[in-house]
């Protein structure tokens, strides 16, 4: 059954410092997404991301975030300078075939777990 | 008000109970429901999705009530495997796929 992949599935990073988080979506999906659960809080979405652009962001995506697909596989999370508050679990989710429906189930990575020191 | 709420648990239960958990949601517009499963510190798997009409799937019921906005999901004849955080997940309307969880219902079956 195809999957979402992510790596590193675990990423310590000293503040202030650049992380990239990646993410393999499902094959042909058409739609990619971040999220992320800080520890004991819910998954918060941060963006989506569609024909090559953000459709939409959370007031949690600020200018410190980007995202990018810089190839036919890979998606991309980039924090550029990391801050105590980012650590937590991020994870990628993808979606659909079909550019008519996007609202079809969210598949999710295994997540990466990020550790700001 | 919270954009989803839930039960906030932990439900502690027999194997073989029934167990139903609740969610309620703010935004009247929301086009589209889910149950999604959470294991400890894996990621959200989705459980099923969740039909006006309501529906099935084999010891797992979910109801949808758009004029109360309200959410449920029943567990019939629980197994230890099913220890997990039910997170109830709600797709805005227009929302560009955004997908809205509320904070989980935690679930420990004992044998």
């Known amino acids: 059954e195809p999957e979402v992949t992510q790596t590193p599935s675990h990423q310590v990073t000293q503040m202030g410092q650049e992380v990239i988080l990646r993410c393999v979506p499902i094959?042909?999906?058409?739609?990619f997404y971040w999220y992320r659960q800080i520890l004991g809080q819910k998954v918060e979405f941060l963006v989506s991301?569609?024909?090559?652009?953000?459709?939409?962001k959370s007031e949690i995506f600020d200018d410190q975030f980007s995202v990018e697909r810089p190839d036919g596989s890979n998606f991309t999370l980039k924090i550029r300078s990391t801050k105590l508050e980012d650590s937590a679990m991020y994870f990628c989710?993808?979606?659909?075939?079909?550019?008519?429906?996007?609202?079809?189930?969210?598949?999710f990575g295994p997540g990466t777990r990020l550790t700001v020191l | 008000r919270k954009e989803v709420e839930q039960d906030p648990g932990p439900f502690n239960v027999p194997e073989g109970a029934t167990v139903a958990f609740n969610c309620t949601y703010s935004n009247s517009a929301s086009q589209s429901f889910f149950w999604y499963r959470q294991d400890c510190r894996k990621e959200p798997k989705l459980l099923m999705s969740?039909?006006?009409s309501g529906n099935e799937d084999g010891r797992f019921t979910a109801q949808l009530n758009r004029a109360s906005q309200y959410i449920s999901l029943l567990i019939r004849d629980s197994k230890l495997s099913d220890s997990a955080t039910y997170l109830c997940?709600?797709?805005?309307?227009?929302?560009?796929?955004?997908?809205?969880f509320g904070a989980g219902t935690r679930l420990a079956v004992h044998p």
């Open positions: 969740v039909y006006s």
């Open positions: 094959s042909n999906h058409l739609y």
């Open positions: 991301f569609y024909n090559n652009e953000i459709s939409e």
């Open positions: 989710a993808s979606n659909t075939e079909r550019a008519s429906a996007s609202t079809d189930t969210q598949y």
């Open positions: 997940v709600v797709l805005p309307q227009g929302g560009y796929n955004k997908l809205i």
